[in-house]
């Protein structure tokens, strides 16, 4: 009789320890998506025309909210090296960006957690359409810093032969 009490308790046991785990990956997955959202929601404060440099010299940058705010279109005018549309957008829990570069292909960056007490958004490289392979130069990395509502840092992060090539560090002070 012992035992199957032992056998009833442990089964229990186990019940609960399933529920609480549920419980946490549900709030987890919950914490994710609001911070995704919180993020996209910060990104959207960038709607507006920019001016920055860099060390390959001065960037002009445009934001605009479209498809009816669901998606954040980003114009990058590098002078002589033209310009790169990138869009950013919720994909459920997750907020990603497309990056259409002059190189030819367009790599898929997925945001890790924003912090809002830094005002931090690092996006890492998920994928890429039209990369020759693996080794091929594409942009794999990139870090936001907002400053203020004028100004932010765009750090833009180059991969080749897997590895980091360089960076492509943007000072942005917002025109309008």
Not at 13 to 29: I, P, Q, T
Not at 59 to 74: D, I, P, R
Not at 147 to 176: I, L, Y
């Amino acid at each position: 009789m012992n035992r199957n009490r032992s056998k009833i308790v442990l089964g229990f046991v186990l019940a609960v320890a399933c529920l609480v785990s549920a419980a946490v990956a549900a709030a987890s997955d919950s914490k994710d998506q609001s911070n995704a959202a919180l993020a996209f929601d910060k990104l959207k404060t960038l709607v507006g025309q920019w001016e920055g440099t860099t060390d390959r010299g001065k960037v002009t940058t445009t934001y605009e909210l479209v498809a009816g705010g669901s998606a954040l279109l980003e114009r990058v005018n590098m002078g002589d090296h033209g310009e790169m549309p990138t869009v950013y957008h919720l994909d459920g829990n997750r907020l990603v960006l497309t990056h259409y570069c002059t190189a030819g292909n367009q790599p898929t960056l997925q945001a890790e957690r924003f912090d809002p007490a830094s005002n931090e958004l690092r996006f890492r490289f998920v994928s890429a359409t039209n990369l020759a392979n693996a080794n091929a130069g594409h942009m794999h990395d990139a870090v936001f810093k907002l400053v203020g509502p004028d100004q932010f840092t765009a750090d833009w992060t180059w991969q080749e032969n897997g590895k980091e090539a360089f960076h492509v560090v943007v000072q942005n002070h917002r025109v309008r």
